[in-house]
């Protein structure tokens, strides 16, 4: 999976390669497709959700450029597999995911795979994590007709944010850094996300 799907594109981030041979991403999609866990592609994780395509994870990881003393706040936990390659490389991860069921069970598993350097609320992700700001990196896996302010205001200044900006067919992957008063931003490429439904995010 790494040489082919991730490295091949272009990936070449000592750290994100890392922590991609180190997590058994098999581990994070139901047994009936464990057999599919390391293909190119998305899979369903219940709840009409989505665990992220490998290479798209490797790209956003990798347009954070973290740092091993990093905090970071993560929206759309999901299946929690990108909380764990997060976990890998940052000191602190802060994950949010409004749907109650998938926290629980990312939730035990990243804590029996030993990440005790993660933490996971059930909430509206758009509001951000007020009480744990500011972030130097947030990741936002779930697809935002905008970038929620609040999460541009948790950001630290020299922070940077990944999100899925657009439409709710297809989206531009934004990678956005914040420069005191400024936001430059950039587009990484057109992917396809779940919704981010919340208050500053779609309608339910
Ligand atoms: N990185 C995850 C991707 C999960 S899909 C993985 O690879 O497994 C996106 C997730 O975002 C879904 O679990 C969905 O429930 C969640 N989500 C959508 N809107 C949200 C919101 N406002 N706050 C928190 N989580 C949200």
Redesign the pocket.
């Known amino acids: 999976m790494v040489d082919v799907q991730i490295v091949s594109r272009g990936i070449d981030d000592e750290a994100t390669l890392n922590a991609f041979l180190s997590v058994p991403r098999h581990l994070?999609v139901e047994e009936a497709l464990r057999g599919q866990a390391y293909n190119d592609y998305?899979l369903p994780?219940g709840?009409?959700?989505?665990?992220?395509q490998p290479y798209i994870?490797a790209l956003m990881t990798q347009s954070l450029n973290l740092m091993s003393g990093d905090r970071v706040l993560?929206?759309?936990?999901?299946?929690?597999?990108?909380?764990a390659i997060l976990a890998e490389i940052a000191k602190e991860v802060f994950s949010?995911?409004?749907?109650e069921e998938?926290a629980k069970k990312?939730d035990e598993l990243l804590q029996r795979l030993g990440y005790n350097n993660v933490r996971i609320r059930?909430?509206?992700?758009?509001?951000g994590w007020m009480e744990q700001c500011p972030f130097d990196a947030i990741?936002?896996?779930?697809a935002s007709p905008d970038i929620p302010g609040a999460l541009i205001d948790q950001l630290r200044d020299g922070g940077r944010l990944v999100i899925p900006v657009g439409g709710r067919s297809s989206q531009e992957l934004v990678r956005a850094m914040k420069k005191g008063h400024e936001i430059v931003r950039r587009n990484l490429g057109s992917c396809r996300?779940?919704?981010?439904?919340?208050?500053?995010?779609?309608m339910d």
Do not use: M
């Not at 059930?122 to 509001?127: F, K, N």
């Not at 990741?139 to 779930?142: E, H, N, Q």
């Not at 779940?194 to 995010?201: A, D, P």
């Open positions: 994070f998305p994780i709840e009409e959700q989505t665990i992220s994870v993560e929206i759309g936990t999901g299946s929690g597999y990108q909380t949010v995911e409004r749907i998938l990312a059930v909430d509206d992700g758009t509001h990741i936002v896996a779930a996300f779940v919704k981010l439904i919340g208050e500053f995010g779609w």
